[in-house]
């Protein structure tokens, strides 16, 4: 599990390319919190405060996808733009960096079956 450090996933996928790397939900957040925050996602300041909280409870949402495929975030994702279709950059933000690595950072990329090996 890592933050979203493309040189370190890159590294790690060519020391073990049958592991699968996962995103550190917590990075995930702040990252999306302090772009939120920032004045080019046309939602920063007090002014935006509620817009920017209903953004994260969709990442929540997106972030709870739980179906084997990608079915159920593929939908999600589809629901996030049409929701917040009135502010393209929060979008135009959320396909570009968070949507084709959702395996990585959701839940359903993450269901794995852990078992005991004995010797």
């Not at 702040?30 to 939120?36: F, G, I, K, S, Y």
Request: glycine letters at 4%.
């Amino acid at each position: 599990m890592v933050d979203k450090d493309f040189a370190e996933i890159n590294a790690l996928q060519k020391v073990f390319p049958e592991s699968a790397i996962l995103l550190c939900w917590y990075h995930v957040f702040q990252a999306v919190n302090r772009w939120l925050s920032k004045s080019e996602s046309g939602v920063h300041g007090l002014s935006n405060t509620q817009k920017r909280n209903e953004i994260i409870s969709f990442f929540c949402k997106l972030k709870a996808c739980t179906s084997v495929s990608e079915d159920d975030f593929k939908a999600t994702s589809a629901e996030f733009c049409q929701t917040f279709k009135q502010y393209p950059l929060v979008c135009q933000y959320f396909l570009k960096h968070w949507e084709g690595i959702g395996h990585m950072w959701c839940d359903y990329g993450r269901r794995f079956s852990h078992c005991y090996l004995q010797n």
